[in-house]
């Protein structure tokens, strides 16, 4: 069956540092989605990919569609301690595309 | 102001016994899921509703029951049939299928 997964599981870095979560899927995927959960809360979407090869930016966060469009990344240029918290990505569901198959997340831990 | 309550926060079970999640939502969204979440690990599907009075089984199903009576309310019931409850539930709404997701702040089932 479909699997989506994503790499690392847990990743720690000193404030100022890149970081980057990659998400893989065995699938052709019509779009992704990102989401990210703080410690405690619920999910939160952060933005939606559509096209292959797409890159979107939000201030520090870089998006990345892969051109075969079974992979992304999430990339955060100088980390803060606010970007805390667990990065998931999301696609349609293979045969069930109104429902979303989540990866696993990156937990990312931000030292002060 | 627009969001999804759930209720109540916490929640506790004892053996045998059914019990209902209440989820919300004045969005006007068409769409709702209902996820489960176990620490640590990403977001599971147990149901989704793209509209009132039709849903459909996710990943994990059984133990489960849901309704869809009118467009804002998505109540999940966690019968005495699912063994292992324990868990964070979270419910979503989105304005269609496939669209991205609105999540509340969840509820945390144990057992007593």
């Known amino acids: 069956g479909q699997q989506v997964m994503q790499i690392p599981q847990y990743q720690h870095v000193q404030e100022g540092e890149d970081f980057t979560t990659y998400c893989n899927s065995s699938?052709?995927?019509?779009?992704i989605q990102w989401y990210k959960q703080r410690p405690g809360g619920h999910p939160v979407f952060l933005i939606q990919?559509?096209?292959?090869?797409e890159v979107k930016k939000q201030k520090r966060l870089t998006f990345q569609f892969g051109e075969a469009k079974k992979n992304s990344s999430l990339h955060i240029t100088a980390t803060q301690t606010t970007d805390v918290g667990t990065y998931f990505c999301?696609?349609?569901?293979?045969?069930?595309?109104?429902?979303?198959?989540f990866g696993g997340g990156t937990r990312l831990m931000v030292k002060p | 102001d627009g969001g999804i309550t759930q209720s109540p926060k916490y929640l506790f079970r004892k053996e045998g016994q059914n019990v209902t999640l209440s989820c919300e939502q004045n969005?006007?969204?068409?769409?709702m899921y209902w996820y489960r979440q176990d620490p640590g690990q990403g977001l599971r599907l147990i149901y989704y509703?793209?509209?009132?009075?039709?849903?459909q089984k996710g990943d994990i199903a059984e133990g489960y029951s849901v309704s869809r009576e009118k467009k804002e309310s998505f109540p999940l019931t966690v019968t005495s049939a699912q063994k292992n409850p324990t868990a964070f539930y979270l419910c979503?709404?989105?304005?269609?299928?496939?669209?991205?997701?609105?999540f509340g702040d969840g509820t945390r089932l144990s057992i007593l």
């Open positions: 999301a696609g349609p569901k293979e045969n069930a595309g109104n429902m979303l198959t």
């Open positions: 969005l006007n969204h068409d769409a």
């Open positions: 699938t052709t995927l019509s779009n």
């Open positions: 979503a709404s989105s304005r269609i299928s496939n669209q991205p997701q609105h």
């Open positions: 509703s793209q509209i009132v009075n039709d849903f």
């Open positions: 990919l559509v096209k292959s090869g």
